[in-house]
């Protein structure tokens, strides 16, 4: 029998441990999950104002280096799938729209 990864977090109602999936940190998106960001103009302006530093101090160049070095060791290909399934659901999206023109026209 598989052992799921629950969030354990205790009810203070219930004293029960919650049975929600655990997010990689160990808690679930309720106790304690992934960040929602900030929510006040103040708050968006302090992360805005924040990454401008990070990026100004060289994190850019990094980032960038990271980034060509993913695409070196086989990133390539991977978005050169993606791209190529893009373009199948695009041609899939217009023909099924000429399609559904084409029965309301009577053509």
Do not use: D, V
């Not at 290909?77 to 084409?102: P, V």
């Amino acid at each position: 029998m598989k052992c799921k990864n629950t969030c354990g977090a205790h009810a203070r109602s219930t004293g029960k441990p919650c049975q929600a999936k655990a997010l990689p940190n160990g808690r679930c998106k309720n106790h304690g999950g992934m960040s929602t960001g900030p929510t006040t103009p103040k708050g968006r302006q302090a992360i805005a104002q924040a990454t401008r530093q990070r990026m100004a101090s060289g994190q850019q160049e990094r980032a960038l280096k990271g980034f060509y070095s993913w695409l070196s060791n086989g990133g390539h290909e991977l978005l050169s799938r993606y791209s190529k399934n893009r373009e199948k659901r695009k041609r899939w999206e217009r023909r099924m729209l000429e399609q559904t023109h084409a029965s309301r026209t009577g053509a």
